[in-house]
């Protein structure tokens, strides 16, 4: 009766008790503020291979009441190369504010990797404008860490990678096309040149001997105006250029090539010259260097003397026909078959 007695009276009790508790008011007990400024770094995988593309995320989730400086962590991202960078920025519907920086990372070598934290600083704005006095405080992420393996399996052996061969010399090809090439151009050059110099040795048909240029020319130069100094001046040039042509052409001296001086110099080296030829030939020179060099102005009787001269000179060296035979035509020797 006892035990009985004592389960009703804590019956009792503890229906008091609840009683007593409904009839109270529910009191809610409020979170905690949020922080000005929450920030957080992730890797899209922790684990990754040669040639993989990693995207790195750094969060900054703020108040719009706060000011809020981001670094760009590229400088301390080691071992991975950064492909791609990107910036967003949104806003929470309880009207936060939030900024993201994006990065494709890449990694080429295997290797375990270590993100570094990324610290940002922030300060409350009075107004719009950030509180001069406000002290900046600065919140930061962990490290985050990754590892690069290889591509290739780590069990199996590369039995494919051959080792290297010898070198071998190669045999090149003899390039018959090329040498019979030029073992044509070289004939056709040695044929050409023997061509040239037979030209060279054999008389021309057709070529007027120099004598015969030279009376033509001196003929011709009786029609000057002798009255005319300019005309008499330009004949002594005239008479002085055929003279010396002929010589040229005679004698193969390049009389027109050198001064009186040089020419007096070889006179005597030509055998088909006599003295008096030569003698002939040097007081014409100096008669005519006189007129052209030093102005003088020469008389009738001296212009009717050089020309004299120079005809005479002509006529007195010019080639001699040899005497014909009976019954034949007679022919007249090249003038370099009689200086030979």
Known sequence: M????????????????????????????????????????????????????????????????????????????????????????????????????VYELRADLVGSYVLPPVSVRYRPLDGSEPAESAVWESSSTSEIFVDVESVLPSDVEATDIRALKPIQRRQREVPWLWIAIGMTVLVLAVVLVLVLLRRRRERPEGVIPAHELAFSSLDALRTTDFDDPAAVRRFYFSISEVTRLYVEGRFGLNATDLTTEEIVAELPDLPELTASDNEKLCRFLISTDSVKFANHEPTPPEVEQIYEEALSFVEATKPVAEEPIAGEPAEVKPAEEIAA
């Open 2 to 101: 006892k035990l009985a007695s004592l389960v009703q009276a804590s019956l009792v009790l503890i229906a008091a008790s609840v009683i007593a508790a409904c009839g109270r008011e529910r009191v809610e007990t409020p979170l905690g503020p949020e922080a000005p400024v929450e920030i957080e770094a992730s890797v899209d995988r922790a684990v990754a291979t040669t040639g993989d593309l990693i995207t790195y995320r750094i969060r900054v989730e703020r108040s719009p009441e706060y000011e809020v400086e981001i670094p760009e962590p590229g400088a301390d991202i080691a071992g991975f190369r950064i492909t791609d960078a990107l910036r967003e920025s949104s806003e929470t519907p309880s009207g936060r504010v939030v900024e993201e920086r």
